[in-house]
């Protein structure tokens, strides 16, 4: 099985310090953050409550969709019941986000045991060890690949030559899973030799665009492409960047 080196720049945009674990060993930290007392809402409330809102949702679709009843999405939000992993899984599908956005936070200063917020926050010890064994068990199941960047065609979206890439497979569900902004890898026909291609584009239909100042990276018509896969993770190491 592939194990990747432990890497020291990590990009998950949207994810929280803990993205790099398995779902497994979240559900320890789920399992600690306490429940809800009075007003007081711990931090996965107001992310369910958020995403349900962003997706134009109301409880009972969202629960419909994720096979939940209403008043349970409902108290999921107010923090008076905890989901288990498989029922948050089944709402991060249902609202087509990585379930790991519904974890709570365990950002915390441990010089003063605060709260931490902002636009980044300390990692949590160990965590490259954790990053890497959780890259590896994700890559070796069934719908996810490996990719490495070649070209600078995503340069201006924070994709470099030589960063590697977490992909997952569209399968059945196809277009289902994307969401435009998306980076996308896909097969096109070149037009000089006949043969496909593999081109790095964003998802922004009814186009596939360049994220790059090279005016030679051109933009793919979408009914011209057959969409291999969507990029979830990627990460740099330092001896690979351009």
């Not at 592939?2 to 310090?17: A, N, R, S, V």
């Not at 559900?27 to 992310?47: F, Q």
């Not at 089944?90 to 950002?107: H, M, T, V």
């Not at 600078?152 to 030589?162: D, E, I, V």
Request: charged share 25%; hydrophobic share 40%.
């Amino acid at each position: 099985m592939f194990m990747p080196p432990l890497m020291t720049d990590w990009y998950m945009p949207g994810k929280h310090d803990y993205a790099g674990l398995s779902l497994e060993n979240a559900e320890r930290v789920w399992d600690a953050v306490p429940m809800a007392k009075g007003d007081k809402k711990p931090k996965h409330v107001s992310a369910l409550a958020h995403w349900r809102k962003a997706r134009g949702l109301s409880q009972g679709q969202l629960g419909e969709k994720a096979g939940i009843d209403q008043p349970s999405v409902s108290r999921f939000e107010l923090g008076t019941r905890r989901p288990s992993i498989g029922q948050t899984m089944a709402l991060a599908e249902a609202l087509g986000i990585d379930p790991r956005e519904l974890l709570p936070s365990r950002s915390t200063d441990q010089a003063t045991g605060r709260a931490l917020s902002g636009a980044v926050t300390p990692a949590a010890p160990n965590v490259l060890q954790r990053l890497a064994e959780s890259i590896a068990s994700v890559a070796s199941r069934p719908g996810f690949d490996l990719w490495q960047v070649r070209d600078r065609s995503m340069q201006t979206a924070g994709y470099l030559p030589g960063d590697f890439m977490l992909v997952r497979e569209l399968g059945d569900e196809g277009a289902d899973i994307l969401h435009v902004g998306d980076a996308v890898i896909a097969q096109v026909l070149s037009p000089v030799s006949g043969e496909a291609e593999t081109v790095f584009r964003r998802f922004d239909p009814p186009f596939l665009m360049p994220s790059s100042l090279d005016p030679e990276d051109k933009p793919v018509l979408g009914i011209d492409a057959q969409i291999r896969g969507k990029v979830v993770a990627s990460w740099r190491l330092p001896e690979m960047a351009a």
